[in-house]
């Protein structure tokens, strides 16, 4: 899969929140400060699509793109 375009949808805190898609979905888990969000600025090679914080637990909603 190439990605070629990225864009922000929505955050949601509860499953009747989540958007539908016809697509695959990519998820990305792990305890706070990792890297999860770095991550996916350099998969998408964009510096300011996902913003990064070196404050632990920041991201309390899910957020999807």
């Avoid at 990792?34 to 699509?49: E, Q, T, Y």
């Amino acid at each position: 899969m190439i990605i070629k375009t990225v864009e922000f949808v929505k955050s949601a805190v509860k499953p009747s929140q989540y958007p539908e898609y016809d697509f695959p979905e990519i998820a990305f888990a792990g305890r706070s400060n990792v890297g999860k969000s770095s991550l996916i600025n350099a998969l998408m090679n964009r510096k300011d699509m996902v913003k990064t914080s070196a404050k632990p637990g920041c991201t309390q909603l899910i957020n999807f793109f």
